[in-house]
């Protein structure tokens, strides 16, 4: 039987991996995200999926989403929170409190409002599973990150008090931690580090991989694979688990 899946922040990289991959299993999935061109080649490439463009740091605008996935998919079973900003790379002391507010709100608030919503209809799904994508930076310091990692903390807090809450609900809840996964995103990343370091692009990335096991960046696919098998029979007695999927990294610089 097809699953009811509501991605937020699904319309291009990590989310549009896992969006695929449920929809490449025969899933009913609602994607939501702020690029509405990138939404709409996404339902080209797949007509069954379910979009709808919307800011995810305007809370209004998260209501309306979510009335629009339950209108469309009737229901929740999979929950995968994947909303998240990059945020400033800069100094503690020269990071504004609007560009660190901007960072929670999205990350954070946006991710609670979502699931506050859909917890009622992941019990009645009574096999409900919720997905929160963290980072490395929630389980590592980030030099020059701090809203970025503040709230990837905060994600695992949220995950592990949310899996002892809706246990007894037979709602399973975990967090993924991906590293640097492959894709302009990381270029972009680099890019910004390497600015303010004052160094080059190549050093950045060279160092970037130099305190990891595994010398290259994640594929997002490998991300997608872990959401399936978090929200398959397979992975009915995992909850409340932290899951890094970043290539065995031990420091971030």
């Not at 919720?130 to 020059?144: D, F, T």
């Not at 007894?168 to 993924?176: E, F, G, K, L, M």
Request: hydrophobic share 40%; charged share 20%; aromatic share 6%.
């Amino acid at each position: 039987m097809a699953r009811k899946v509501l991605i937020s922040a699904g319309g291009s990289g990590i989310g549009r991996c896992i969006a695929e991959a449920f929809l490449n299993n025969q899933d009913e999935v609602f994607v939501c995200d702020i690029n509405a061109k990138s939404l709409e080649q996404f339902q080209k490439d797949y007509p069954k999926l379910h979009i709808h463009a919307c800011d995810l740091a305007d809370h209004e605008q998260i209501k309306l989403m979510f009335s629009q996935a339950i209108s469309k998919l009737s229901g929740i079973d999979i929950l995968v929170n994947n909303t998240g900003i990059s945020g400033p790379t800069i100094a503690a002391d020269e990071l504004s409190f609007e560009d660190w507010n901007t960072v929670i709100n999205l990350n954070l608030n946006s991710t609670f409002l979502i699931t506050q919503l859909a917890i009622p209809y992941l019990k009645q799904a009574e096999t409900g599973v919720i997905i929160n994508m963290s980072s490395i930076a929630g389980r590592l310091g980030y030099p020059y990150r701090l809203a970025y990692s503040t709230s990837k903390w905060g994600m695992i807090g949220f995950t592990k008090t949310l899996s002892m809450e809706l246990g007894a609900d037979n709602i399973r809840v975990n967090a993924i931690l991906p590293g640097a996964v492959d894709g302009d995103r990381v270029q972009r990343v680099l890019q910004a580090r390497a600015d303010v370091a004052h160094t080059s692009l190549e050093e950045v990335t060279q160092n970037a991989l130099k305190n990891q096991s595994l010398k290259y960046f994640v594929n997002p696919k490998h991300i997608a694979d872990l959401c399936l098998f978090l929200a398959s029979d397979s992975g009915r007695s995992i909850s409340g688990q932290i899951l890094p999927i970043d290539g065995d990294k031990q420091c971030l610089s």
